[in-house]
């Protein structure tokens, strides 16, 4: 499994980006994706996530309100919508397939996650 995270870039503050996660897997549609970041001397951190079944989202307070998680089974893509963009939401960005299959309610925790993207750094200036 492969995934390609892409869309990143450098904004000010207010702004928008949108990335998107492309997966080479076939059986995409029967997993949970997740958007995790990581900023300069932190820890990867949980930022959004949608279920296999499209039908539960999950954000991290600092988001919410802001970024919306989607998916498009038929073309294998989950994507992040981010609006108003903060300084502090700088860092690498990396899209993540859930281990489990059929899985309704997503947790935030990194080892839940088996597939990682190669990151898109999104940077936003103040």
């Known amino acids: 499994v492969q995934l390609q995270a892409s869309g990143g870039g450098l904004v000010q503050a207010g702004g928008s980006l949108r990335l998107s996660c492309a997966a080479s897997?076939?059986?995409?549609?029967?997993?949970?994706m997740g958007w995790f970041r990581q900023a300069p001397g932190e820890e990867r951190e949980f930022v959004a996530g949608i279920n296999w079944s499209d039908s539960r989202t999950y954000y991290a307070d600092s988001v919410k309100g802001r970024f919306t998680i989607s998916r498009d089974n038929a073309k294998n893509t989950v994507d992040l919508q981010m609006n108003s963009l903060k300084p502090e939401d700088t860092a690498v960005y990396y899209c993540?397939?859930?281990?489990?299959?059929?899985?309704?309610?997503?947790?935030?925790?990194?080892?839940?996650?088996?597939?990682w993207g190669q990151g898109t750094q999104v940077t936003v200036s103040s």
């Open positions: 897997s076939s059986n995409f549609r029967v997993y949970g």
């Open positions: 993540a397939r859930n281990r489990k299959l059929w899985l309704e309610v997503l947790g935030p925790a990194e080892n839940d996650y088996d597939y």
